[in-house]
Nanobody
């Protein structure tokens, strides 16, 4: 059973960089054909896919967030990390990490999710 757990600060000040880590257990982030995504849900809104890193370390980003988003990984710790720069209160959301596949240039089949972590952007 694959398990994912998000960690990071729950409060970030405007203009700073939000940094979250997802720790994966029960499976390796280097397993062929799997992608590891970050998704967020602002209050009262739907889920928004932010980006992903795949089994070989290649990264993929939502066009709307690409200029502010960076995803990296530490294979020795089986972790992947999200950095979102220049945050504003509009970046307040529950942030999730999840495993997915990739078909026709889109992330699909999100089969394992973390429980989510609330991040609030406020001074």
């Amino acid at each position: 059973q694959v398990q994912l757990q998000e960690s990071g600060p729950g409060l970030v000040k405007p203009s700073q960089t939000l940094s979250l880590t997802c720790t994966v257990s029960g499976g390796s982030i280097t397993t062929n054909n799997y992608f590891w995504s970050w998704i967020r849900q602002p209050p009262g809104k739907g889920l928004e896919w932010m980006g992903a890193i795949n089994y070989s370390g290649s990264t993929y980003y939502s066009p709307s967030l690409k200029s502010r988003t960076s995803i990296s990984r530490d294979t020795s710790k089986n972790q992947f990390t999200l950095q979102l720069s220049s945050v504003t209160p509009e970046d307040t959301a529950v942030y999730y990490c999840a495993r997915c596949s990739w078909t026709d240039s889109y992330p699909q089949n999100f089969d394992y999710w973390g429980q989510g972590t609330q991040v609030t952007v406020s001074s």
